[in-house]
């Protein structure tokens, strides 16, 4: 039998279609975590999984699984996909080509009557994203610790209110045909593949990236609060303005922190004063921060040195300041002997590749806590991601799933060939 190559029309029709599902007029995706979209792909792939006599299940919180069966099933799956949910103004292939190649590669291996010696699974994690609720990644941080963080269900969403714990029952529930499954059953080994959302590879004129590892991120919550008073009556000395504050202690980090080391990354994302009126001075300035490095040591520094510009600007302005941290991911470095699989299939299919560390975070960081993970990324235009303009080259879709399809064909004890 020649080389096994998947359904290419079959897997851009896929993206397509979901790409329909939550459409933004730009041409991207609103496809929040647990939001009425979000539940509408949940559907359609559980659906198109049934179609191909596939098993569907959730876990209880919410990722979903769908399961071609192996010889032995009694032996822990392979898990290959990613997630469905997007950012509010997305684009059409962060998560979700990672998952419907993860589908795509279990229809071709169906096609073909290629039969595994352990179960391939799909994985659409739940809220990668953590836009709609942070934390990011909460389905495969659930997975990989077997346990839903207590502090999860009183969540807030960020743009409706609605809490965690109903949007996540409502999740479950509009999928009533699906099996149940524990948090964190043994997995054999995780692959993902994900659009670079960076542009080396697109300049390097490269079709896949072999990820190492995944950089550290965390997220603070600065509320800095004030004196709400009168815009036209209060003098600056008498001025205990915290939006004032905020505006000193950026200005100064912004000027600190990424012009005096290329590896990091400070984004302030969402900025928000109360009451809210253009004639008073604001009683709060909140504002987030999402910080990045590939180093752990860096990050905490980082953090004292914003920890401490926030406190001096809050006291010069006659304010305080709170810094929570929403979360942090420390830096995840993916095995050797997954990657030199990785390597023989870019061999094998004449792709060539670069290997690389990922700046994004993403499911694969929480599943090599668990199991040997690793990442296939391929090309987008520009860079361009979190953004509904995201772009990917049919070519290079197809490229990524064929990629994924000869790496899972590469892991040892995986796969009997009977087709
Ligand atoms: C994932 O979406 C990230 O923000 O890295
Ligand atoms: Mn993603
Ligand atoms: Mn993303």
Request: glycine residues 10%; contains cysteine; hydrophobic residues 45%.
């Amino acid at each position: 039998m020649g080389q096994l190559v998947v359904n290419g029309e079959r897997l851009l029709a896929n993206l397509d279609r979901f790409a329909a599902i939550g459409a933004t007029k730009k041409g991207g995706v609103n496809r929040q975590a647990l939001t009425g979209p979000d539940r509408e792909a949940r559907r359609l792939l559980a659906q198109l999984a049934v179609e191909r006599g596939f098993s569907v299940f959730q876990d209880p919180i919410a990722n979903l699984f769908i399961c071609r069966k192996g010889r032995d099933d009694s032996l822990a799956p392979l898990l290959i996909g990613s997630h469905l949910d997007s950012q509010p103004s997305g684009g059409r292939f962060d998560g979700a080509l990672g998952t419907l190649a993860a589908f795509e590669v279990i229809e071709t291996l169906e096609d073909f009557g290629i039969e595994t010696e352990r179960p391939v699974e799909v994985v659409a994690f739940t809220n990668e994203e953590g836009c709609r609720f942070a934390p990011g990644c909460m389905g495969s941080t659930a997975f990989a610790s077997r346990t839903i963080p207590s502090g999860w269900s009183s969540l807030r969403a960020a743009d409706d209110g609605a809490e965690f714990a109903g949007e996540l029952a409502a999740t479950l529930q509009s999928l009533p045909g699906a099996g149940m499954r524990d948090l964190g059953f043994p997995v054999f080994a995780f692959l993902e593949v994900h659009i670079e959302q960076g542009p080396s590879l697109e300049k390097e004129g490269l079709p896949i990236g072999i990820v190492t590892g995944i950089q550290g991120t965390r997220w603070l919550e600065v509320t800095l609060s004030g004196q709400t008073a009168h815009a036209g009556t209060t003098a600056l000395i008498y001025r205990r303005d915290p939006f004032h504050a905020a505006v000193n202690a950026l200005g100064s980090l912004f000027a600190a922190i990424m012009p005096s080391d290329p590896a990091a990354r400070f984004t302030v994302g969402r900025i928000a004063v109360q009451p809210g009126a253009v004639n008073a001075i604001p009683q709060t300035a909140a504002f987030t921060i999402d910080l990045r490095h590939p180093s752990s040591e860096r990050l905490d520094e980082m953090e004292e040195k914003i920890r401490a510009v926030v406190h001096d600007a809050a006291s010069a302005q006659g304010c305080e300041a709170t810094i929570r941290q929403m979360f942090d991911m420390p830096p995840a470095n993916f095995e050797a002997g997954i990657l030199s699989a990785l390597d023989r299939a870019a061999q094998e299919r004449g792709f060539a590749t670069r290997r690389m560390l990922s700046g994004a975070f993403h499911d694969a960081l929480f599943m090599n806590r668990v199991a040997p993970s690793a990442m296939i990324f391929v090309p987008c235009r520009d860079g361009l991601s979190h953004n509904e303009a995201e772009h990917v080259e049919p070519e290079h879709s197809v490229a990524g799933c064929n990629m994924l399809l000869a790496a899972i064909l590469q892991l040892p004890s995986l796969v009997i060939v009977t087709g």
